[in-house]
Structures are given as C-alpha cells and as structure tokens.
C-alpha cells in the first residue's frame, strides 16, 4: 500500500465528511479499525480513519480527540505507548490581534503512557519559554530508544520559524513511520478515509458497553464468579445462628421471627446465585 498521502485523491464516494481543522493531529501508532472506532465513540470524540496497513489506520482529528484516543488505545489495545503529533499553523486571527498580524505556527508531540500523558512537547515560532517542555530522557525511556536522548534533547532546544519542519527529525529519532507527517498539512485526505462523528447521551453509553464487551475476561474472573454464592450463605448462616440463640435464651418472640426470615431469604439468594452461575458455565 502506499503511503504517500499527498498524492491520494480526496474523498470522493458518498457524502463528504466535515472539513478536517487547520490545528490538527494524527495518531503515529496505527491501531485496528473496530479499536479506534470504539476509542472514539467512547471518548465522544470526532476523528477520521485513515488506512494504513490491513485492517489498521491512523487516527487524525483535532489535537483534543486525537490524544483522548492515545490514551484510550495506550490502555489497551495499541501496546503501552502511544505517540500522538500536532500542527498549528495559526491561519486564523482572533478578535484581539490585528488584520496584519503574522501567523505564528507551533507543533508538539504528546507521548501517552498506559492511559495517561506521560510527557509532551511544544515548538513554537517564536521560542517563547511558556511551551510545553518535554522531558528527553522520559521519552527515551518509554519508546525503548536510550540512545536517542541526546538527539531528543538537542531537538527539543531547538528554534525554528517552521516548527513542523522538526516533526520529521523527531520520528527519524523514536523510528517512527514518517509518511503520516503529510497529512498535518494536506489539503485532502485520501481515499478511503472514514469520518466517525461524535457521540454523547445514550449512544455514547451504549459505546462504552460495547467496549466493556471486547474486552476479555480474566482467568480469575470465572473462579471468583462461581463462588458468589458463598456471601449471601454466609450472611443465611449468621441469622440462622441469632435465630437459634434468640430461640434457645428465650429472646424476644421478634428476634427471633426477624433472624430467622432474614436467614430463610439469605439461603433463597444462595441458592439462586450459585443456580445461575451453574447454567452460565455450562453455556459457557
């Protein structure tokens, strides 16, 4: 498959997803097309699928939804790193600057660490020092290139007026596919391209359901589950004691009515708790 994203014609097929934003970011560890789908929906976020490999994709959106997905992905299914970078060209002027104003681009790096950032990095046109400043030797240390920190570093120090002219120097050092560095800037996406739109209220519910559903069950799960029904006998038991020593020391009439339906209704969930775990194994 190439991956040349530049030259791959826009989408063309069906109606057209949402213009992609000028700020935007893409996903460098290709996951399956059903992980991201999922990421998305559960995270509530926008995004678009691009086609990498197979069945797997690169996830570009905005800076937001594209690192909420490494986080999500980074706890499951894409290994315990996930690498997320961003462009921000600053094409569009806000209310407080003036018509003239120079655009002032940034980029970034965003390393997610089993459901978390674990560090991130801001260049920005102008080296001002309020940047996000990442930590070289971290970076090395969760992508399993100790070697790189040097080169980490240096690049990190560095100043350019072009910030995303670096991004290219950062993949070389963590090897990284470079090829996904286009489509930061690329007026089109290629073909083949999926929008997932974003969900919230019931369905973004039933999205998180669906992937509590994926997700396997431990080993221990079953064991544990089989044995529920030990609680609701020992709680049975316990009543069935007060019930006896009410009876036995001529407790009050009450105590002892009271202790004993507790313990009737506390063998009755018992006895339906472990029914049930039995038809489940077997269905199983």
Same mark, same amino acid.
């Given at each position: 498959?190439?991956?040349? #994203? ?14 992609? !934003? ?28 691009? !086609? ?6 690169? *996830?570009?959106?905005?800076? !937001? ?9 980074? &706890? ?24 003239? =104003? ?9 390393? /997610? ?21 990442? &930590? ?25 007026? +072009? ?13 990284? !596919? ?28 039933? =999205?998180?359901?669906? *992937?509590? =559903?994926? *997700? ?12 529920? #029904?030990?609680?609701?006998?020992? $709680? =049975? ?16 009439? +009450?105590? $002892? ?6 313990? *009737?209704?506390?063998?009755?969930? /018992? ?12 269905? &199983?």
């Amino acid at each position: 498959m190439s991956h040349d #994203f530049r030259e791959q014609p826009l989408l063309a097929d069906g109606q057209e997803p949402p213009p992609v !934003p000028s700020r935007r970011a893409v996903l460098l560890t290709p996951v399956g097309r059903p992980a991201a789908t999922s990421a998305l929906r559960l995270t509530g976020q926008p995004g678009w699928l691009v !086609p990498w490999a197979d069945d797997q994709v690169l *996830v570009l959106g905005d800076v !937001p939804a594209t690192v909420a997905v490494a986080l999500v992905v980074s &706890d499951s299914t894409a290994g315990p790193v996930a690498t997320v970078v961003w462009v921000d060209p600053d094409d569009e002027l806000t209310d407080d600057e003036p018509d003239d =104003a120079a655009p002032e681009p940034a980029a970034g790096v965003v390393l /997610a660490h089993r459901g978390s950032v674990a560090t991130a990095h801001a260049w920005t046109a102008d080296g001002e020092s309020d940047a996000d400043v990442g &930590d070289a030797h971290l970076v090395a240390e969760l992508t399993g290139r100790p070697g790189a920190e040097v080169g980490l570093r240096a690049l990190m120090r560095r100043r350019s007026t +072009e910030p995303a002219s670096l991004l290219p120097e950062l993949t070389a050092l963590l090897e990284l !596919p470079a090829a996904p560095l286009a489509l930061l800037t690329a007026p089109e996406l290629p073909a083949g391209t999926d929008h997932v739109a974003a969900v919230t209220g019931l369905r973004r519910a039933g =999205a998180f359901r669906a *992937v509590l =559903a994926d *997700v396997p069950e431990p080993g221990w799960a079953g064991s544990a589950r089989r044995w529920q #029904f030990l609680l609701p006998a020992t $709680i =049975a038991g316990y009543f069935a004691v007060r019930a006896t020593t009410a009876g036995v020391t001529d407790g009050p009439v +009450e105590d $002892i009515w009271g202790y004993g339906t507790l313990s *009737v209704v506390s063998t009755c969930a /018992a006895f339906w708790r472990a029914h049930r775990d039995r038809r489940r194994a077997h269905r &199983d």
